[in-house]
């Protein structure tokens, strides 16, 4: 079996600041992630993805990962590119077969023995059926309007499943409906072969990736890559790419393991009134 490559997303926003701002956790979330990805990989296939300029906090927090493995994104111009770029970078070190998966920074966890399990489970099916992306999908708490929800063929436990319906950040009583449908919260915890994930850019993409590819190898890379990032309009992984490709996706369910986003919904009452 190929070991995976792990890629923590961490350029969206500072989480310990969204920590600091919760009274769900205490701990370094970005810390934390960079641990539960050591429990299923060796460090040297961690890589991260944070945004420029860097700051001494998020150095701590990376310490323990190669220098080549920090990935910086000259702006943060949507999820869709941090993932791109990590993709761009690792193409010459992976394998179109390698099983590469994506981790989060902004989300805590309580049991990470379950997380352990679902995310070996998922490199495990990446490794058996390399052509699908594969989801984890956490049973909802209750109606939240800043997750996605995907909404399974079957509702299987612990196979992976097609996705009828993907659909990103809907309203309150839309999310209600597809949690009655059965939807699952998207974690935004995914991954697939290093070919299957390229497949998700369309396309439309060709011209960038082809841009961005030419930066990455160029002598002056800081200068080149700052120039390509300010002609990109921002592309949202999952609104623009996942729910439009639903063919291509299977989702495994997360078993209960205290996953809770670090975002709150629009609605904090909406919780309790589900």
Not at 61 to 85: C, D, I, M
Not at 91 to 113: K, Q
Not at 155 to 164: C, E, F
Not at 187 to 213: E, H, K, N, Q, Y
Request: charged share 20%; proline share 8%.
């Amino acid at each position: 079996m190929t070991e995976p490559w792990c890629v923590i997303l961490a350029s969206r926003e500072d989480p310990r600041r969204s920590a600091q701002q919760s009274a769900l956790n205490k701990r370094d979330p970005l810390a934390a992630t960079v641990r539960r990805a050591a429990t299923v990989t060796p460090l040297d296939r961690i890589a991260a993805v944070i945004a420029a300029p860097t700051n001494p906090w998020w150095q701590s927090s990376l310490k323990e990962l190669a220098p080549r493995n920090l990935f910086v994104q000259p702006e943060h111009r949507g999820t869709a590119y941090e993932v791109l770029l990590a993709l761009l970078l690792l193409e010459g070190r992976v394998s179109p077969a390698t099983p590469v998966f994506f981790l989060p920074a902004d989300h805590v966890v309580d049991d990470e023995e379950v997380m352990t399990n679902a995310l070996t489970t998922m490199i495990e099916w990446i490794n058996e059926e390399p052509g699908p992306v594969y989801l984890l999908g956490a049973l909802p708490q209750g109606p939240h309007d800043q997750l996605g929800y995907i909404v399974p063929w079957h509702d299987a436990i612990l196979m992976p499943t097609g996705v009828y319906e993907f659909v990103e950040r809907p309203d309150i009583r839309l999310a209600r409906r597809l949690i009655n449908a059965g939807g699952l919260w998207n974690t935004f915890i995914f991954g697939g072969s290093f070919a299957s994930l390229m497949r998700l850019f369309p396309p439309r993409f060709d011209g960038i990736v082809g841009a961005l590819r030419a930066a990455l190898q160029s002598d002056q890379i800081e200068v080149d890559l700052v120039r390509q990032y300010d002609r990109l309009t921002p592309v949202d992984f999952s609104q623009d790419l996942l729910a439009r490709q639903t063919d291509q996706l299977r989702v495994l369910r997360l078993l209960r393991c205290g996953w809770w986003p670090l975002k709150s919904p629009t609605l904090n009452r909406s919780l309790h009134n589900a």
